[in-house]
């Protein structure tokens, strides 16, 4: 196979802390990586890097794991633009709005929601993003959500099962009804197209007991469990989640102190979505005290039409340094190496020997720009697979 040697970076993350500084990033300055194939194959000095078949020379550039993007909802149609203006001329967010997407996605073909999937998939690997997860969740019929589904699978092999993200309108007067439809014969039609089953267990969509049904139905078809938890106000979701092993709480904005504590003896990641919180000026999930109690976090940009229409983990990253309590180096880790763990891989999100060579050089010196120089288009290259892709 052919090898590739990216020389002369000016700091490479690899989140592996024995490969450089013993600092959670594992930073190398004056740095090179070796690629061979799809793989990262050797990290360390630029002097002292290997011969190879090719070259690049990053100029005195930082370089870092692609961004792993563990939570979104791109299989929509339409968008919410006046829900968008009236909520920021006024009116609170609630999980209702999202039956005004069911509606535009349920009338779409399907050529049009791989198109609109294609076209955010794009946006995002522009801004660093080589792994995403996405979900279904807009058809909430057995036939719109498995559709939906297998239109995902086109693009990612993170696919997320979200039948139960809001009662479908269809079900208005018997949710119960509908908990049974998703644990049977949507279930059923879903579970192939697969690796994940999600639920909002929130005020508005599902209480406890049915996420529970609903998580329970999902693990027992061979899915995973992940969970929209403690977004709009304290519940049941987090504790949930810890219960049934889920991979990741997703949210986490309105904890109590067994919340906490929970996340933190527990293999499930918190996910943090500060798109969210920015798209609906709701305050802000407190990273701070995860992070200080031991729980892992992820950072991901929860993209969807209604509540946080951002494709950008760097965005994510300066929000979660602004107003989150993360330092730089925290949020660069959660948005490679946390969103791996939310996905329970250990081949992305890192920049070690036997990891994907999944990579973006900065046109900055540093991580640190990410956060410093907000909004700025910082990232000049991005690699996937050993393979620059933009």
Not at 49 to 66: H, I, K, Y
Not at 162 to 171: E, K, T
Not at 253 to 271: E, F, G, I, R, Y
Request: aromatic share 6%.
């Amino acid at each position: 196979m052919t090898t590739t040697a990216i020389t002369h970076i000016s700091a490479l993350v690899t989140n592996d802390p024995s490969l450089g500084d013993e600092s959670p990033l594992g930073l190398i300055r004056d740095a090179a990586v070796v690629i061979e194939g799809d793989r990262v194959v050797w990290t360390g000095a630029s002097s002292k890097a290997p011969a190879t078949d090719n070259a690049v020379d990053a100029g005195g550039r930082a370089v870092l794991p692609g961004f792993v993007d563990s939570h979104s909802h791109l299989v929509f149609a339409g968008d919410r633009t006046q829900e968008f203006n009236a909520r920021m001329s006024g009116r609170p967010y609630s999980a209702g709005g999202i039956r005004t997407t069911v509606a535009a996605t349920r009338a779409a073909t399907d050529e049009q929601l791989s198109a609109n999937v294609a076209r955010y998939l794009a946006e995002a690997l522009r801004q660093g993003t080589t792994t995403f997860e996405t979900k279904s969740g807009y058809g909430l019929t057995v036939e719109d959500e498995a559709r939906a589904l297998r239109v995902a699978a086109r693009h990612t092999d993170e696919v997320t099962f979200l039948g139960a993200h809001i009662v479908s309108p269809d079900y208005a007067d018997d949710p119960a009804g509908y908990v049974d439809l998703v644990t049977g014969p949507m279930l059923d039609a879903c579970a192939p197209y697969a690796r994940w089953i999600d639920v909002f267990c929130e005020r508005g969509a599902f209480d406890g007991d049915q996420a529970r049904a609903v998580l329970t139905a999902g693990r027992a078809r061979g899915l995973h469990p992940r969970v929209h938890a403690n977004q709009l106000g304290h519940g049941p979701g987090v504790q949930l989640a810890v219960e049934l092993d889920a991979a990741s709480a997703d949210h986490c904005t309105h904890l109590t102190d067994a919340d906490v504590d929970a996340l933190a003896q527990s293999d499930t990641v918190a996910t943090l979505l500060p798109g969210a919180e920015f798209s609906t000026r709701a305050a802000w999930p407190d990273a701070r005290r995860l992070l200080d109690a031991g729980a892992t976090v992820a950072l991901s940009t929860d993209c969807n039409p209604g509540s946080s229409f951002t494709s950008s983990l760097p965005f994510c990253i300066a929000l979660a340094v602004r107003d989150m309590g993360m330092t730089p180096d925290e949020a660069l880790w959660s948005a490679t190496a946390g969103g791996a763990a939310a996905l329970r891989r250990d081949d992305i999100g890192r920049l070690a020997p036997g990891a994907r060579a999944d990579l973006v050089i900065l046109d900055a010196p540093s991580h640190v720009h990410l956060a410093y120089r907000p909004g700025v288009p910082l990232v000049q290259e991005v690699w996937r697979a050993g393979a620059r892709v933009a």
